[in-house]
């Protein structure tokens, strides 16, 4: 983890063609929110709150899932191109991961420079820029557009971490390309990245999670028993996840590997 984020998919770049896009079917989540961050092309989010929003680069989705949400994501039906983003999920803390879910869309983010960036305040702050999202826990995630070398302020009691999604980066003589994440630790007032080609990052960072967590598949937990119960509800779908209105399938669950583990029954 860093801070609270214990997820990161870089999706893409992809084609998006009449017959397929991103096409990510009804699934469940606990315990997370979900931080959806577009580069390039559009995506369709629905959720079992009923929200229906189509996401565009520049804008943020984030649901919160509280004790339990279902959401698809899926192609608009309109777009053609390539599609790139990322998503990041944020563990939620005890005080609110058992309560009721929620979705935001931000049309509009702040934005600011730095000399050889420009930066987007996803979640929480940096430096003066405030993203309006909410985030349960003190962590900040800012993409970081990169036309130079840049000096990027942090603060030292904070973990950080830095996934490259375009381009490549230097950082403490180390190169960091695509699909891999530099982690940074703690004890840093700020960051030297070394840019020589055009590159888009995106910082993470906050204070250390106190809570160990227990992830598997979509669900964050705090203990095995917990994850089995949400397993459970999803592949009987009893009424815990609600429902999507998608016409993408369901994805199903497979049993936890503990479960497997203890043999036929
Ligand atoms: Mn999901």
């Not at 058992?98 to 987007?120: D, I, M, N, S």
């Amino acid at each position: 983890m860093v801070g609270a984020w214990c997820f990161a998919d870089h999706m893409g770049p992809a084609d998006v063609t009449e017959n397929s896009g991103l096409d990510v079917g009804p699934h469940p989540h606990i315990g997370l929110q979900t931080v959806t961050w577009l580069i390039d092309g559009q995506v369709l989010h629905r959720d079992s709150l009923g929200s229906e929003q189509v996401i565009k680069p520049g804008q943020l989705n984030l649901m919160t899932s509280g004790g339990a949400v279902s959401h698809a994501e899926e192609a608009t039906g309109q777009y053609r191109g390539t599609l790139e983003g990322i998503q990041l999920w944020v563990a939620l803390p005890e005080g609110t991961r058992h309560g009721t879910a929620a979705f935001e869309h931000h049309a509009e983010l702040p934005q600011g420079e730095l000399e050889g960036a420009v930066v987007t305040a996803l979640v929480g702050d940096f430096g003066n820029l405030v993203s309006p999202a909410r985030h349960d826990t003190p962590l900040v995630g800012a993409d970081l557009n990169l036309h130079g070398s840049a000096t990027v302020p942090l603060r030292p009691e904070w973990e950080y971490a830095v996934v490259v999604m375009e381009g490549a980066l230097g950082l403490d003589g180390q190169s960091l390309a695509p699909g891999k994440l530099g982690y940074l630790g703690q004890g840093r007032d700020e960051l030297r990245l070394d840019v020589r080609e055009p590159s888009r990052a995106v910082l993470l960072g906050g204070k250390p999670f106190e809570e160990p967590i227990v992830m598997w598949w979509n669900f964050v937990a705090r203990d095995r028993a917990e994850i089995d119960a949400a397993y459970a509800s999803w592949a009987t779908q009893d009424d815990r996840f609600g429902k999507v209105r998608s016409t993408l399938p369901l994805i199903p669950a497979k049993a936890p590997y503990w479960q497997e583990s203890q043999g036929p029954r």
